[in-house]
T-cell receptor, first 116, second 113 residues
Framework: EADIYQTPRYLVIGTGKKITLECSQT?????MYWYQQDPGMELHLIHY???????EKGDLSSESTVSRIRTEHFPLTLESARPSHTSQYLC???????????????FGQGTRLTVV | AQTVTQSQPEMSVQEAETVTLSCTYD???????LFWYKQPPSRQMILVIR??????QNATENRFSVNFQKAAKSFSLKISDSQLGDTAMYFC??????????FGQGTILTVHP
């Protein structure tokens, strides 16, 4: 199994609450990513980071924010959760580089978020 | 910009038979990589197979092999001797040396006993 961890695995929370989804990896990867995925559907990149203090918005607009203060940690925060945020959130990491083995992304187990 | 297209939303196959999942991509990069990922129901996304675009030889991993047609920008996955555990959603992805991967829409594969 890959050394990338997401917590919590499942979260049910009320509208308006602030939540933080945790993602940590122990592989020393420079690059980390957050994807949003509805059940049985495609992945949408919402945030990525190429290193400490570097964050970028992805292809899909999201009301969430991210931070990258440490290499191994890439948390995602929703300041005020809404039912439209209900989805699965997947965290991934890799190094990038001059071969496919370095570019291969490793995924966490995901957080399934339900906002009621 | 990169795009990846999987035109088969769902596929099914009988156990022990062979199935091929299609993928096409578009990129302006000269150096890139292609991947197939597997996402079993409620389980972690894992890599099935990888291919460097500069290699002409098709990658193989046990029962999994690819047919990489660079000129046609096609990267199909063949699963031989299908097993029940192969039931999953399969994603084709393309990446560059920067690291960011672009994923296709996914194909749900069901293996029937």
């Amino acid at each position: 199994e890959a050394d990338i961890y997401q917590t919590p695995r499942y979260l049910v929370i009320g509208t308006g609450k602030k939540i933080t989804l945790e993602c940590s990896q122990t592989m020393g990867h420079d690059k980390m990513y957050w994807y949003q995925q509805d059940p049985g559907m495609e992945l949408h990149l919402i945030h990525y980071s190429y290193g400490v203090n570097s964050t970028e918005k992805g292809d899909l607009s999201s009301e969430s924010t991210v931070s990258r203060i440490r290499t191994e940690h890439f948390p995602l925060t929703l300041e005020s959760a809404r039912p439209s945020h209900t989805s699965q959130y997947l965290c991934a990491s890799n190094n990038g580089g001059l071969n496919a083995r370095n570019t291969e992304a490793f995924f966490g187990q995901g957080t399934r978020l339900t906002v009621v | 910009a990169q795009t990846v297209t999987q035109s088969q939303p769902e596929m099914s196959v009988q156990e022990a038979e062979t199935v091929t999942l299609s993928c096409t991509y578009d990129t302006s990069e000269n150096n890139y990589y292609l991947f197939w990922y597997k996402q079993p129901p409620s389980r972690q996304m894992i890599l099935v197979i990888r291919q460097e675009a500069y290699k002409q030889q098709n990658a193989t991993e046990n029962r999994f092999s690819v047919n990489f047609q660079k000129a046609a920008k096609s990267f199909s996955l063949k699963i031989s001797d299908s097993q029940l555990g192969d039931t999953a959603m399969y994603f084709c992805a393309q990446g560059t040396s920067y690291g960011k991967l672009t994923f296709g829409q996914g194909t749900i594969l069901t293996v029937h006993p």
